[in-house]
C-alpha cells in the first residue's frame, strides 16, 4: 500500500479533505511540550510565546488549506490554489515541534527526525494542496459554468432594478415590474446551460436590461420621491413593449417554445425560492 495513491491522492486534488476537521484542537497536543520553556525567566516566556504564535500560524495555514481544498473540490473549473496554505502549515508545525524537541534533546538528528516525522504525519492527515487546474481543459464544462455566470449576471441585474422600485411604495407598478423581469428570465430560463445560446444573445439582453434601468431611474428621479399618473403609464407601456418584442424575437429563434408566460413565470419564482431556501 502506498503512502499517496496516485488515483486518490489529494494533492492531486481528486479526494476532498474532510469538512469538519478539528485542526484547533491540536493546539492541545503542545500545550506540555511548550511548559519545558516556562523556567521562570523572561527569554523562556518569550519562547513560549514565540512557538505559540508560530503554532497559531501554522494551524492558521491548515485551516485555510482545508477551506481552499473544499472548495477546489466543489467547483466544477478552478485553477489549482496560488499559495500551497495546507503545504506551508505542515512545515510551520514540523518546525515548532523541531524547535521543542532541541530543548530537551541536545542531539540535532533526533529533533530533526521528530520534526521530519512530524511533517510527513501532516502530509498523511490534511494531504497536499491541489497542485493541477480542475477542468480548465473541458469545453462543455467552461461553456456550462459561463452560461450559469451569465445567467446569474442577468438575474441580480433585474432583483436590483426591482430594489429601486421598492422605496415608492406603489405595489402594482412593482408587480407589473416584477411580471416583466420574471418573463426575461423565465425565457432565459429555458435555456440548455450546454449550448451557446445564452452567450449568443447575452449582449442584446443585456441592453434590454440597460435600457429598463434607464426607465427606472427616469421615473424614480423626482424631487418630492412620488411618481404621478402619466409618467407611471408611460413607464408601463414602455417596458412592456420592450418585454414583448424581446419574447417575441426569443420564440422565434426557439427560445421558451411550447410553454406560456405563466408557466415561465411560474418556474422561475420556484427556482428562486429554492435557491433562496438553500442560501
Known sequence: ?????????????????AEDVPVGFMVLATCPLILWLL??????FASAVLIIALFGIGLLCLSVGQKAHIAYDT??????????????????????VGLLATTKIPVAAIPLVIALSTFILCLISFGLDPMRDKGMDNPAAK????????????????????????????????????????????????????????????????QLIDKLHLEVTALTNTSDGTVSAFPRRKFLVKIQTLVDAFEARARQHGIGQGRDNFELQTDLLLTRMNRYRAA
Do not use: H, W
Not at 495513491?5 to 476532498?16: E, I, W, Y
Not at 523556567?39 to 523562556?44: K, L, M, P
Open 143 to 206: 461553456l456550462r459554468v459561463i452560461n450559469t455566470a451569465l445567467y446569474q449576471d442577468f438575474d441580480d441585474r433585474c432583483e436590483a432594478l426591482l430594489e429601486v422600485l421598492e422605496p415608492l411604495g406603489d405595489d402594482d407598478l412593482y408587480g407589473r415590474t416584477r411580471v416583466v423581469v420574471d418573463t426575461i428570465m423565465g425565457l432565459l430560463g429555458t435555456i440548455d446551460a450546454d449550448t451557446p445560446v445564452l452567450q449568443r444573445i447575452a449582449p442584446k439582453v443585456s
Open 1 to 17: 500500500m502506498r503512502l499517496f495513491d496516485n488515483k486518490r491522492s489529494t494533492a492531486l486534488g481528486k479526494v476532498a479533505p
Open 39 to 44: 523556567d521562570g525567566t523572561v527569554a523562556g
Open 75 to 96: 467547483a466544477e473549473i478552478t485553477p489549482r490554489p496560488k499559495i500551497p496554505f495546507k503545504l506551508i502549515g505542515s512545515t510551520i508545525v514540523a518546525l515548532v
